[in-house]
């Protein structure tokens, strides 16, 4: 007797919170996958066109055949839809692309650094803030070798 009664408690909040029909509320409760259940009543809270459990079921089997959800990259996750028109790659796993959709994606998932700027050199951050005109000398060494080396008769 309690397992029904918490069966009725949960179908009574579920069609409460969801405003949904009795017999949506028991295929939503009975739904074999926990993920995909927890997706289904999302989009029944969310989405105002989704009224009932077949909506949406096929609103979820809709996203998963959409080609822009196709996972591109098992490494890093990025989709399809995600892809970067910037860079080699068009993934995630591109680090150092300063592209909108990196930045983008860096600010969506937590990984962005305000301090970071775009404009200043990797190595020594000449360029970066707020000085347009710091000038960035990691290379100047390297040009002086070369100076001497051409300098120098063989």
Known sequence: MPKNHARKKALAALKDELNIKHADAIALLDHPDSDERETLTEYLAEYIDINTYKEAVAYLEQERNDPRNQVMCERCGWTYGMVCPECDKGCGCEYDCTGWR??????????YDEDDDPNACYDCGAGGSGNPYEECTCYDDEDDEEQEAEAVPA
């Open 102 to 111: 990196h930045e983008e994606m860096r600010a969506a998932t937590g990984d």
